[in-house]
Nanobody, 121 residues
Framework: QVQLEESGGGSALIGESLRLTCTGR??????MGWFRQAPGKSREYVAS????????RVADSVKGRFTISKGGDENSVILQMNKLYPEDTATYYC????????????????WGQGIQVTVSS
């Protein structure tokens, strides 16, 4: 059973950076990634990564600004968020799935409780 815990959220100004970390046991869920949900909006896919290959991808909305990577302990996943905009304000959810493709498709996912990211001027 995978238990996902997010950390590293908080507030930032436009153009600043935040680093989110997700920890959890993922041996049976080799796909991991991140979704986000802003108030009044639906959840949207942000990034995904596969444990058995490079497999890292980010959504077009954050391409060039966000990167996803494995943590040094191989038991965590990192979302590095650079050049933040107010539109990035949302609750960010760590997710785990059977494959990175399933994370991107949002199917059969285990969800963390979410962590708040707020970007302001």
């Amino acid at each position: 059973q995978v238990q996902l815990e997010e950390s590293g959220g908080g507030s930032a100004l436009i153009g600043e950076s935040l680093r989110l970390t997700c920890t959890g046991r993922t041996l049976n869920r080799p796909g991991m990634g991140w979704f986000r949900q802003a108030p009044g909006k639906s959840r949207e896919y942000v990034a995904s990564i596969a444990w058995h290959g490079a497999g890292d991808r980010v959504a077009d909305s954050v391409k060039g600004r966000f990167t996803i990577s494995k943590g040094g302990d191989e038991n965590s996943v990192i979302l590095q968020m650079n050049k933040l905009y107010p539109e990035d304000t949302a609750t960010y959810y760590c997710v785990a799935g059977d494959a990175a493709a399933e994370v991107r498709n949002g199917q059969n996912l285990i969800w963390g409780q979410g962590i708040q990211v707020t970007v302001s001027s």
